[in-house]
T-cell receptor, first 112, second 113 residues
Framework: GENVEQHPSTLSVQEGDSAVIKCTYS??????FPWYKQELGKGPQLIID?????GEKKDQRIAVTLNKTAKHFSLHITETQPEDSAVYFC???????????FGTGTRLKVLA | EAGVAQSPRYKIIEKRQSVAFWCNPI?????LYWYQQILGQGPKLLIQ????????DSQLPKDRFSAERLKGVDSTLKIQPAKLEDSAVYLC???????????FGPGTRLLVL
């Protein structure tokens, strides 16, 4: 079945720097890739998503890139702020089942 | 628009006891999901409903877990009897249809002693 690997597991950056989180998926039929942010004591919140017919998508300081050939996708956060500190999860989904397979999460700390 | 509601937010029980969680999805969302999130891991799907029918329960430990979605709106997830390894956050999510984005509730944090 589908497997999603996520790296790094923890990431510390200085405020204002950029952060990059990478995910690799195994099922070449995966075609939808959402990213979620989870703050302490809260449920995951969707921050950006991308479909397989698009190579890149941007929303203000957040961008996601997709490389279908290599089967990996990345989250890019620019000009990081302390409120960006949270756990970030990537997921992959395949049309047909639409089942989300999540990565193991990345704990991002933005140091003021 | 109101988000996914879950209750209770926290629950502490002893092993072999039973517990139930409740979820109210976003209005109009036909698809409802229950996930288990163990500390330090990503959410894992337990069961998926389309309206009031089960679409996928392949990862649900059916000897102790049960779920229902009467009338295709609210849903309850039950564990009976609970084991220590059931300690986790139980997340409910909903989407308009299976191919649409999933939106998560705040979760119920369960501790089994």
């Amino acid at each position: 079945g589908e497997n999603v690997e996520q790296h790094p597991s923890t990431l510390s950056v200085q405020e204002g720097d950029s952060a990059v989180i990478k995910c690799t998926y195994s099922d070449s039929a995966s075609n939808y890739f959402p990213w979620y942010k989870q703050e302490l004591g809260k449920g995951p919140q969707l921050i950006i998503d991308i479909r397989s017919n698009v190579g890149e998508k941007k929303d203000q300081r957040i961008a996601v890139t997709l490389n279908k050939t290599a089967k990996h996708f990345s989250l890019h956060i620019t000009e990081t702020q302390p409120e960006d500190s949270a756990v970030y999860f990537c997921a992959a989904s395949t049309s047909g089942t639409y089942k989300y397979i999540f990565g193991t999460g990345t704990r991002l700390k933005v140091l003021a | 628009e109101a988000g996914v509601a879950q209750s209770p937010r926290y629950k502490i029980i002893e092993k072999r006891q039973s517990v139930a969680f409740w979820c109210n999805p976003i209005s109009g969302h036909a698809t409802l999901y229950w996930y288990q999130q163990i500390l330090g891991q990503g959410p894992k799907l337990l069961i998926q409903f389309q309206n009031n029918g089960v679409v996928d329960d392949s990862q649900l430990p059916k000897d102790r877990f049960s779920a229902e979605r009467l009338k295709g709106v609210d849903s309850t997830l039950k564990i009976q009897p609970a084991k220590l390894e059931d300690s986790a956050v139980y997340l409910c999510a909903s989407s308009l249809q299976p191919q649409e984005t999933q939106y998560f509730g705040p979760g119920t944090r369960l501790l089994v002693l």
